[in-house]
C-alpha cells in the first residue's frame, strides 16, 4: 500500500490484516486501534503521530521512520503542509509488545503503562525517549537540578503532580497520573529489554528510572526507603561516578584534617629499654610509650611533617590498607572508619564507570 500522502489522519482502527502487508504512507496520523495484524506487517512512515492502543500483534510489525523522502509524492507532502518528518509513537497500552518492532522512532510522549512483554520490545537504530529537565530549580529553600537521564512521558506526569519542583515536566493533559509502584514495573521491563540486547549502557538510564520509583514509592518499607535514599545520594544508585567521587573526596579531605589536627600523637613514640643485672645475667624490657595527643594552637599542628604522615594514613585508608603508623584514640578509630567508607565510594565510582562501558 503506497506510497501515499494523507493530510489528515490515516485510520486503520479495528481493521484485520490477514495477509502480510507493507504501507508506505507519508501522514499527519496513524491511527490503529484494536487492529489485529494477522500476518506480518512493516510500517514505513514519515511525518506520523502512531497510535497503536489494544492492537493486536500475531506476528511481527515493525514501525520504521522512512528516512528518505518518498520520491513520487515529494510534491504532494509540500502541497500538504506536512513539515516534521518525525514518526511518534503516541501508545502502546494493550499491546502485546513481543512481536513490535520500532526503528528510529520519537517515543518522548509515549504512553507505555498497559502494554505486556515489553521486556521483549525492540527498538533499533534511534529511538528517542523523554529526558529530565535541565537547569537548576528550587524545591523551597532549596536548589533542585535533575540528573540528566531518559525517561518515561508518564514520569513527567507524576513529577507533576506530585513534586514542589516540578517546572519542565510535563503535566497529564486530563485523568490522574500513574503511582510510582506501576512505573518501577515499567522501567524494569524496558530495562531487561535493553540488557537482553547487550545494550548496557542504554539500560542504565531504566535503572536508573526503576530505583527512583522505588524510593519515591509508599509502598515500599520505610527502612527500604531510607537505603535507597543513601545509595542515591552517595553515587546515584552506581550509576553516576562524578557523584561518588566527589563524596570520596570530601571523606578525604576530612580524614586528613582529623589526622593533622587530632590523629597523629604529639610526638613519635620512641622505645624504652630497662634491665636489672643478677650476677652475670642480665635482663633487659623494652616499651612504648603510648601516643601523646598533641597540644598547642591548632594552627602550630598544620605542618608539613604532620600533612605527609597524615596523607599517608588516607591514601592507604582508600585502598583499605593499614598505615602502621601511631595514632592517637581519636586517630585509630577515625583511620578505622575510613577504611570502612572510603573503599565503599571507590568501589561505587568504579562501578558507575564500568555501568557506562559495559560490553
Not at 553515587?235 to 570520596?248: E, M, T
Not at 581519636?330 to 570502612?340: F, H, K, P
Request: contains cysteine; glycine residues 8%; proline residues 6%.
Amino acid at each position: 500500500m503506497g506510497p501515499f500522502v494523507c493530510a489528515g489522519e490515516l485510520v486503520l482502527s479495528e481493521a484485520v490484516f490477514d495477509v502480510a502487508v507493507t504501507i508506505e504512507a507519508a501522514t499527519a496520523g496513524l491511527v490503529c486501534r484494536r487492529t489485529r495484524w494477522a500476518s506480518t506487517a512493516a510500517l514505513r512512515l514519515r511525518y506520523a503521530g502512531v497510535d497503536l492502543s489494544d492492537a493486536v500483534l500475531e506476528y511481527p510489525v515493525s514501525v520504521a521512520a522512512q528516512s528518505w523522502p518518498f520520491v513520487v509524492i515529494r510534491e504532494e507532502v509540500a502541497g500538504h503542509g506536512l513539515t516534521d518528518p518525525r514518526v511518534r509513537v503516541h501508545s502502546l497500552r494493550g499491546v502485546d509488545a513481543a512481536h513490535l518492532v520500532l526503528t528510529d522512532i520519537d517515543l518522548t510522549e509515549c504512553r507505555f503503562a498497559g502494554a505486556v512483554h515489553l521486556d521483549q520490545l525492540q527498538m533499533e537504530g534511534r529511538c528517542v525517549l523523554a529526558t529530565a529537565p535541565s537547569g537548576i530549580r528550587r524545591r523551597g529553600p532549596w536548589p533542585v537540578r535533575w540528573t540528566p537521564r531518559k525517561t518515561l512521558f508518564e514520569e513527567h506526569h507524576w513529577r507533576a503532580d506530585h513534586d514542589t519542583a516540578a517546572d519542565g515536566w510535563t503535566p497529564a493533559d486530563g485523568g490522574s497520573a500513574l503511582e510510582p509502584g506501576a512505573l518501577a514495573a515499567v522501567y524494569r521491563q524496558l530495562r531487561k529489554a535493553f540488557e537482553d540486547g547487550k545494550n548496557e549502557p542504554g539500560a542504565a538510564d531504566f535503572y536508573y528510572g526503576e530505583m527512583e520509583m522505588r524510593r519515591h514509592d509508599p509502598a515500599t518499607p520505610r527502612a527500604e526507603r531510607g537505603l535507597l535514599a543513601l545509595y542515591w545520594a552517595m553515587s546515584g544508585y552506581g550509576l553516576r561516578a562524578s557523584r561518588a567521587l566527589g563524596w570520596l573526596l570530601l571523606a578525604m579531605i576530612a580524614t586528613l584534617s582529623v589526622m593533622m589536627l587530632w590523629g597523629l600523637p604529639k610526638d613519635d613514640p620512641k622505645p624504652e629499654s630497662t634491665g636489672t643485672v643478677t650476677g652475670r645475667s642480665i635482663t633487659l624490657r623494652t616499651d612504648t610509650q603510648d601516643p601523646a595527643n598533641p597540644d598547642g594552637p591548632y594552627r602550630k599542628r598544620l605542618t608539613t611533617e604532620r600533612f605527609d604522615k597524615s596523607l599517608r594514613v588516607v591514601i592507604n585508608s582508600v585502598v583499605f590498607r593499614s598505615s602502621g603508623q601511631g595514632l592517637t584514640t581519636t586517630g585509630t578509630y577515625t583511620e578505622m572508619a575510613s577504611r570502612l567508607s572510603e573503599p565503599v565510594l571507590l568501589g561505587l565510582a568504579l562501578l558507575a564507570v564500568r555501568g557506562r562501558v559495559k560490553r
